[in-house]
């Protein structure tokens, strides 16, 4: 089970840390990602951890989004700075075992995936 939180209303320039804890398996071999999706669009992949500490993101979040993972706490992390209005949108964790996803961005890629935590980002 992966449940996602941290998300609310924030100012533009504002921060949020978003969490996804997740329940039934260790975390620690397991390729995650961040995804984020509005009314009628398709989900769009934000960022991508590998097992081994590899972070890919999206050009429209590089240099202000940081995924991490605390393997003890079988948790996700995604620090999100400098939020512009355009970050408005549902975030959702997912999962994929065993091998890496290529590209890393498409939802399908993913087996598992939580409910989703709401980020809205007023200007």
């Known amino acids: 089970q992966l449940v996602e939180s941290g998300g609310g209303s924030v100012q533009a320039g504002g921060s949020l840390r978003l969490s996804c804890a997740v329940s039934g398996y260790s975390i620690s071999f397991l390729y995650m990602a961040w995804f984020r999706q509005i009314p009628g669009k398709g989900r769009e992949g934000v960022a991508n951890l590998g097992w081994d500490g590899t972070a890919r993101y999206a050009d429209s979040v590089q240099g202000r989004f940081t995924i991490s993972r605390d393997n003890d706490n079988n948790t996700l992390y995604l620090v999100m700075n400098s939020l512009k209005p355009e970050g408005t949108a549902m975030y959702y964790c997912?999962?994929?075992?065993?091998?890496?996803?290529?590209?890393?961005?498409?939802?399908?890629?993913?087996?598992?995936w939580g409910k989703g935590t709401q980020v809205t980002v007023s200007s």
């Open positions: 997912a999962v994929r075992k065993y091998t890496h996803p290529d590209p890393w961005a498409i939802a399908s890629k993913y087996p598992s």
